[in-house]
């Protein structure tokens, strides 16, 4: 009979942290603030009430306060899935041969599959706490969508989606899942907003872009819903400070496993899931408490805005309704090629993750899909846990860097930001079996080519 080791690393909920981590207050160097697009001065949370909750508003510009509490009754909601387990990959170390320590913290156990809860219901809390009625938002692969579509439902809000119409088609059940929590989920472009209508005009079948249907969001937020806000999953700071409860309960965890990462991998659509793992733990490099901790962030050759895109202002979406935000950018008018990783098809990348790359804090580097699915079916074998297609891209790395840890002879603890499961994504893993899925490596003329339409900034 084999023999199994448990290595699980359960938290108490007693235990469970009751702040999030705000990294702004830590913040080395000076990181560029987002501007107002039509004055080119600093966002304020002013600025920003008409866009988002104005909780959210203000925690976006906060520079100053390093932990922010969470509120009683969020953490209530949190207890419903969290704290999430680590887990101790004894079964993948084997297959691998390794003598690295390979950990991986699972967010896929949360109601809605992936760690987008975090933050789902943290924006709907303080939207019902301001007596507004709904929120809109985009989503790619449908996972921002499900959470946030159960986190308004959660606080009696309505909650209008816009899905991004080659995932709308790819996974029709993340869209039922949407609408069984009771939101109304429509593929991007739609007919419903004035970009949406210019894009099928020009192309019928577009198969739609996160940067689109944040334009789409933004647009019927603003002009079609009184009392509405506009809701984001990713990229900016109120977001990524609502997923660090992720890295502050595995700080714990790793404690109680008697181990601190050599090597932390994540993937990176727009920053959210990864942030949350690995701002806990940079403070150690930042502090030079742990200079030589590696954080490596993890993306598609097929969307590699970091590895391969210009630092510039550039907008969130694609009719440039967004502040502009100092990232690495593949241009705002970016359509992904229909690759099955949907969540990590975004344009462009949080400015907190950007500016740390450009410190040399973190490393970032991009993967072929069909590597990540190798990766993805080998993990699933031994560890038992479908990948979503996001995660299988750290899964990968992690991998590679676990080997690399064989041919060297040393022994590496790293660990695994798992943001979700892939049990929507079945479509993908079909594909991959059947061998007709194929790899895209986004041309460098592309990005030349969107430098072109980045826009001015106007002198503040
Ligand atoms: C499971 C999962 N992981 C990762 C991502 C990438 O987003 P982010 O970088 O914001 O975590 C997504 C996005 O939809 C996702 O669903």
Redesign the pocket.
Known sequence: MAKFERGIYFLDQKDMPTRWYNIMADMPGDMPPMLHPGTGKPITADDLAPVFAEECGKQEVNRTDRWIDIPEELLAIYRTWRPTNLYRAHRLEKALDTPAKIFYKY??TSQA????PNTATAQSYYASKQGLKGLATE???G??GSALAMGTRFFGLECKVFMVSISYHQKPYRRILMETYGANCVPSPSPETKSGRAMLEKWPDCPGSLGLAISEAMEYMMEHHENYRYSL???VNH?LLH?TIVGEECRKQMEMAGEYPDILVG????????AGQFFPWIRDKISGKKPNLRIICCEPESCPSVTKGMYAYDFGDLSGMTPLIKMYTLGHGFIPPPIHA???RYHGM?PTICHLHRLGLVEAVSVPQTAVFEAGVKFAQVEGILT?P??CHNVKVAMDEALKCREEGVSKTILIAH??HGHFDLAAYEAYLSGKLVDYAYPEEEVRKAQAELPKVPAA
């Open positions: 967010e896929g599959g992936s760690h987008k989503t790619g692969a996972q921002w999953g990713s990229v977001v997923q993937n990176i659509g727009g920053g959210s899931n990864y949907g969540g990590l949080a979503g996001e995660p943001s979700g």
